[in-house]
């Protein structure tokens, strides 16, 4: 197997367009646990690491743009006001050890329908940015960024350089269920991220599906249902249609983690309970302003 170091960004894209073959690596919490357990031998890895433009997060234009570097301790450390759905996620994220070396750009280069920055990413209207030698930038919204079981809508010479994320301006909140409370697989996981400017919701499933989900109908159901402007307590039903449609978008299997039928119900109840946290939140930010 090659190991390729490339001395800068520019230079690793170089690299990956001669070398399309090559495998990238980042914090490696992914990727050396599949080599050591021979479950797939790349002809050649490209090490990320010297590329340190990757390791900077910056608010561009009032985005947040995280380089695919950052690890997740960091995004907790120093975004969590920012951007509290994925500083919730990436704290549920194995142990203090993965969390140090593990990126969000690496979850993203994996597309495992159960990686946990994936929900909050798509409550937070995430973007993409990848990049290639030979076409530049492109910008994928992560609504068309995961295309199937750990496939994603990278082409064969490009590298992600970063996500995107605007700042919250209201509430979201990330809750994963497991079998216990550290270093575990979700069994299924979902966030949820309210936008008061302009009356609308955002939602993320994972671990219940090929890929990572919007429960669409339960967004729009919410849109129509939420007292924004004469803040109210949520009534009781909607709070269980709400559960009710994101289980409904869910699209789980039986595995070794849980079977699909228990999923939908513990996404009935994680909705309901993130649904409940956040407008208890709106409400009690509307009464202090
Ligand atoms: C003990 C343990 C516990 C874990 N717990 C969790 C957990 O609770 N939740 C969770 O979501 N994950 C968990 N993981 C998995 C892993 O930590 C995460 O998926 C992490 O986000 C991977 O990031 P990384 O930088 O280490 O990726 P790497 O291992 O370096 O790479 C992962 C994949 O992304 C690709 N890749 C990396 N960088 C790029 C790039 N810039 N462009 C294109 N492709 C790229 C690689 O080729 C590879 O396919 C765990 C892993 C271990 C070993």
New binding site residues.
């Given amino acids: 197997m090659d190991f390729l170091r490339p001395t800068s960004w520019a230079d690793a894209l170089d690299i990956k367009s001669g070398r399309p073959d090559a495998?990238?690596?980042?914090?490696?919490?992914?990727?050396?646990?599949e080599l050591n357990f021979d479950k797939g031998r790349p002809s050649a890895l490209l090490d990320?690491n010297p590329c340190r433009e990757?390791f900077e997060y910056q608010e561009i234009d009032g985005k947040i743009r995280i380089g695919?570097g950052v690890p997740y301790v960091r995004i907790i450390n120093r975004l969590g006001n920012q951007l509290p759905g994925l500083a919730q996620a990436s704290r549920?994220?194995?142990?203090p050890q993965?969390r140090n070396?593990?990126?969000?750009?690496?979850?993203l280069?994996?597309a495992?329908p159960?990686?946990?920055?994936h929900p909050a990413l798509l409550a937070g209207n995430a973007v993409v940015e990848v990049e290639s030698a030979a076409r530049g930038t492109r910008m994928i919204p992560i609504d068309d960024f995961y295309i199937w079981v750990r496939k994603n809508a990278?082409e064969a010479d490009e590298?992600?350089s970063a996500v995107w994320l605007p700042p919250a301006e209201g509430p979201q909140y990330f809750s994963k269920v497991g079998t216990r409370n550290a270093?575990?697989?979700?069994v299924c996981s979902f966030s949820i991220a309210l936008y008061p400017s302009n009356g609308t919701v955002r939602t993320g499933i994972g671990s219940s599906g090929p890929t990572p989900l919007r429960a669409e109908p339960a967004e729009e159901f919410l849109a129509t249902q939420l007292p924004w402007h004469d803040p109210a307590p949520l009534t009781d039903r909607v709070l269980r249609e709400f559960g009710t449609l994101v289980s409904a978008a869910a699209k789980p299997i039986d595995d070794v983690r849980g079977t699909a039928d228990y999923r939908k119900h513990a996404l009935s109840v994680l909705a309901r309970r993130t649904l409940g946290w956040a407008w208890t939140d709106y409400l009690t930010e509307r009464k202090a302003a």
């Avoid at 549920?92 to 142990?95: A, N, Q």
């Avoid at 159960?114 to 920055?117: L, M, N, V």
């Fill in positions: 495998t990238p690596i980042q914090g490696g919490t992914d990727m050396m646990v990320l990757l695919s549920t994220v194995g142990s993965i070396r593990g990126t969000v750009g690496g979850n280069g994996g495992s159960a990686g946990d920055a990278l590298l992600i270093m575990v697989i979700a």
